[in-house]
């Protein structure tokens, strides 16, 4: 009997589902050993060894696994085809594997990795098979074409894992003694919340810039409305800051009135859009929370059940590639769905954007072309394969939407653009621009939103009339906050994170209550994220830095390369950090405005009661702690007691609550009732401010 090992119970039945007799497929539960919560369970002194151990939700599954390895002639490790899986293939073969016949007691490399050839392969009995798409085909491919475990995989996975946890093991317990008890910090996850941190700031020190724009509208011979605007005065570009005020726009608007217009050109030409390239992980959770408004931690939860359903590929990827049989299908199903004029006379190919995309990977597509969202329904599926919800199925069509357009024609559009010469005191230039969709190309299967223009017929000789001059007023916004789209985008930009890591990073920094998500799905950080972010920038600069994670997930890649020792790049970030850390305990003091006194009195012992924070948030503390430990939640009534707080008088409509400074959503500053939302008085006029007291 041939044993076959995978994650997950799903993935199991699936595979299971595709083979005769003479296999059996079992599922791990994800890592069978990992290292220990108690304690650091790296051996700094031997060169950063690791102790793994099995936890204990673990040793159940492990003592099953050992009983069907027992009856097995051979085993074989069908794990993801990523460093997290090639991981866990390698922790089976330790935990599966009698004392003496173990490659290592407890890592991969005790000394420098070496190549897999020179790792001890006498164990004959497992097999390591990948595949990118769980299909019938796949799977016995994979069979065919076993190989052994990467052990550069596996080191860049163990690398990551000791990385992260030698900075949370040193830097937590100094937050819990310098800021507050509890808190914690991760390697990859605080240069997230600086970004967050950093952006909320950009929003509250933005400072609102007026500019003017002008529309112009003219009659043609035929009576037909041209609409135009401003583009240029005296050969400049208008932009914001050309016209700063009302003053500037009355001038400019009344020496439009009196200037003479003529047609200058009339400029008309096809424009072609092409399709995007289909999904790498980063962009399917960017159009997913764009177009679904499903969370990146979601988007990824629903994209694993529906790859060991084997309806996709594998969804952690940065390779555009595809396979030459899933373009074939795809553009076999072009021709037979929607005729010749929507398939392309050769296969469009995509280039690669991230320079460590591999190039035998996939980008993430359907098994199958026919698998439309509107058929597979239909089709004879074993019952763990079908989809389960309608999430499920929104994000299926999505993915194969994206797949099948990438194979089609481009949009083509006509554009048209009338430019407009205006001579008075200055010289202007105006323009209409219209554009008309022609040819719906790869739209028809992914629909995008786009705005069709008409501009009426005209010559160039063609007299045209004045009729409205349209000033109006604008106001620059600030950035906008984060969302999952962008801050995954932002991620990907600046080379922090890898497509595994995107969405934990994420869900990390919400979880520790650092950052929130709002109404509008974007994120804020929390005081208490404000306040670990500073800590953290201010005393382990290198650890936030942006280009200095970039580096050390680049270092991570030639790991896996087998271009780096794993011992070496640790080492390398270690001694320094270790250092760094114990002069920081004894030169950094408690920080103070963790803290902040109020106006209320404890009503257990009579002693003012404090703003405190914890990863929960803010929270009322008695001064007196330890001796009195009363706590209370933090409500809208007693947040504005706060002795610090500027107040701005009483409030003109309820005359009870006071006028304090709030923000919008948006991040925009005005000014308020305390009593809110009792009272909504509000106003962005800044009051004459009074003491609180």
């Known amino acids: 009997m041939k044993l076959i090992i995978v994650e997950s119970p799903t993935k199991a039945k699936t595979i299971e589902s595709f083979l005769k007799g003479g296999f059996k497929v079992v599922s791990s539960y994800g890592h069978v050993r990992d290292l220990p919560k ?147 910090a991760g390697r990859v996850q605080s240069v997230a919340l600086r970004l967050v941190v950093e952006r909320e700031r950009e929003i509250k020190n933005f400072k609102p810039e007026e500019y003017w724009l002008i529309d112009v509208v003219f009659n043609t011979e035929k009576n037909k409305k041209l609409e135009t605007s401003l583009i240029k005065i005296d050969e400049e570009t208008i932009g914001v800051g050309s016209i700063k005020n009302k003053k500037e726009s009355d001038k400019t608007v009344d020496d439009l009135k009196k200037a003479d217009f003529k047609i200058l050109q009339i400029i008309k030409k096809e424009i072609r859009r092409n399709p995007f390239p289909p999904f790498t992980t980063s962009t399917l959770q960017q159009t997913a929370f764009a177009r679904l408004r499903f969370s990146s931690k979601q988007t990824m939860r629903i994209a694993q059940s529906l790859y060991e359903k084997g309806l996709i590929t594998y969804m952690r990827t940065d390779s555009v590639n595809l396979s030459q049989q899933s373009l074939v299908g795809a553009q076999q199903w072009l021709k037979s769905n929607l005729g010749e004029k929507y398939a392309l006379p050769s296969y469009r190919r995509f280039k690669n954007k991230s320079k460590n995309a591999q190039e035998a990977h996939e980008a993430i597509r359907p098994t199958l072309p026919d698998f439309s969202p509107k058929n ?104 906008a906050r984060y969302n999952d789209a962008s801050l995954i985008k932002k991620l990907e930009e600046l080379g922090i994170g890898r497509p595994s890591t995107y969405s934990p990073i994420i869900s990390v920094i919400q979880e520790r209550n650092y950052v929130i998500r709002n109404e509008q799905k974007r994120f804020e950080p929390t ?73 209320e009195k404890c009503e257990k012992c009579g002693k003012p009661m404090v703003f405190r924070y914890s990863r929960f948030g803010k929270f009322l503390g008695c001064s007196g702690f330890p001796e009195c430990r009363n706590i209370k939640p933090l409500t809208d009534q007693n947040a504005h007691k706060n002795s610090s707080q500027k107040s701005f008088g009483k409030c003109p409509k309820c005359g009870q609550g006071e006028i304090v400074r709030r923000r919008t959503k948006k991040g925009r500053f005005f000014y308020g009732c305390s009593k809110y939302p009792d009272c909504d008085y509000a106003s962005w006029t800044k009051p004459i401010a009074t003491d609180n007291s």
């Open 38 to 184: 108690s304690k650091l369970g790296i051996d700094v002194e031997k060169n950063f060894e690791p102790h793994y151990i099995v936890p204990v939700k673990s040793k159940k599954r492990v003592g099953e696994l050992k009983k069907s390895a027992q009856k097995a002639d051979q085993i074989i490790l069908a794990t993801d085809e990523d460093r997290e899986g090639e991981a866990i293939a390698f922790h089976l073969t330790q935990v599966l594997t009698p004392e003496k016949k173990k490659i290592s007691k407890s890592s991969p490399s005790k000394t420098p990795p070496r190549s897999a050839e020179k790792q001890e392969s006498q164990i004959s009995r497992f097999e390591r098979i990948v595949f990118h798409e769980i299909t019938p085909e796949a799977i016995e491919r994979a069979i065919q074409n076993p190989r052994e475990i990467d052990l550069n995989l596996v080191n860049a996975q163990q690398a990551r894992r000791i990385l992260d946890r030698l900075v949370g093991y040193g830097l937590s317990p100094f937050l819990w003694k310098k800021v507050a008890k509890r808190l914690s």
């Open 376 to 479: 597979l329904g239909g089709q004879a599926r074993p019952e763990h394969q079908k989809l389960e919800n309608a999430q499920e199925e929104k994000l299926y069509e999505l993915i194969w939407r994206r797949f099948i357009a990438s194979q089609m024609p481009p949009a083509i559009f006509d554009s048209t653009a009338v430019d407009i010469n205006g001579k008075g005191k200055k010289e202007y230039l105006l323009r209409a621009s219209g554009t008309v969709l022609k040819f719906d190309g790869f739209l028809k299967i992914w629909p995008s939103k786009f705005e069709e223009k008409e501009i009426p017929p005209i010559k160039e000789s063609e007299k045209i009339t004045l009729e409205e001059v349209i000033p109006s007023q604008h106001f620059t916004e600030p950035p």
């Open 527 to 599: 005081e208490i994220g404000e306040k670990v972010n500073d800590v953290l920038v201010e005393h382990f600069p290198k650890v936030v830095d942006v280009q200095f994670t970039a580096q050390m997930e680049e270092e991570l890649d030639e790991i896996a390369q087998g271009k780096l020792k794993w011992q070496k790049v640790i080492g390398e970030f270690y001694v320094p950090f270790e250092k760094n850390l114990k002069e920081k305990y004894k030169t950094v003091e408690h920080q103070a405005p963790m803290t902040e006194t109020t106006d």
